[in-house]
């Protein structure tokens, strides 16, 4: 038996399924969001589909309530680079970075 058809067949379609099940359609895929700042962004923590929030150089932090539509910039007080953040709930988030910031 020539398993070559065979092989080429469970291929196309393991193929087939991986990009269906990874592609980012409308209206929870990739979309293009313009962000105005000319610091580095260094990680994003999604609440929700539409809350989240981007961290990232000289204490950026940048909100959004629309799903990365539009970003507000939030006071950090501080100067330091933030490299994470993350959210216990809804309202309560830590950032950390430079300098053992939290």
Known sequence: MNSKPYLLGVSLFLFFAINLAYSQTPP???MTSTVSTNNNLNA???IDQNTGVI???AGTIL???NGGANWTFKTSN?????YA???INSSTG???GDGGIV
């Open 44 to 46: 994003v923590y999604m």
């Open 85 to 87: 953040v993350y959210f």
């Open 63 to 65: 909100h959004t309530t």
């Open 94 to 96: 830590f950032a950390s």
């Open 78 to 82: 501080t100067f330091f680079d933030l």
């Open 55 to 57: 961290v990232g150089h």
């Open 28 to 30: 929870y895929g990739w």
